[in-house]
């Protein structure tokens, strides 16, 4: 089941629902899949189940399409993944640049939107033992 439709992307493009072409509704469309199905990779992984966090009511549908259209219109806003771009008219200066190899472009969700989507953990920095046990040595002492 998709949370999330090519008209959710528009929207949030300021662009009309109704001049979304066919190249772009498929274009965004197999994005939106991607998206959905890394967050259900990484609920599956996390021991969740994205469908029953839907059902049960941990999280709303909304917060699912917020995230993926997020994702999905930086992609759309940046397509080549360029992270910097340095134009110079006199004597001619163009510069691209991308960094690092990312097959994904952009789809990656950020920490920010993982956070909203997982549910909290609670996290140990150390464990105590209940009882005192003393440590044992071999060899000899100094």
């Not at 993982?114 to 464990?127: G, R, Y």
Request: proline share 4%.
């Amino acid at each position: 089941m998709s949370y999330t439709i090519p008209e959710d992307v528009a929207v949030e493009l300021g662009r009309p629902a109704s001049s979304i072409t066919d190249d772009e509704r498929q274009q965004w469309q197999a994005w939106i899949e991607r998206v959905e199905r890394k967050i259900r990779a990484r609920f599956k992984r996390e021991g969740h189940d994205l469908d029953d966090a839907v059902d049960t009511g941990r999280l709303s549908q909304e917060e699912i399409t917020d995230v993926v259209v997020s994702a999905v219109a930086r992609r759309v806003r940046n397509p080549n993944g360029i992270t910097s771009t340095t134009v110079t008219v006199d004597d001619g200066t163009i510069t691209r640049r991308r960094e690092g190899v990312d097959d994904s472009l952009g789809l990656d969700l950020t920490d920010t939107e993982w956070e909203q989507l997982l549910p909290a953990t609670e996290a140990d920095a150390f464990s105590l033992r209940p009882t005192f046990t003393r440590d044992r040595c071999g060899g000899r002492f100094w």
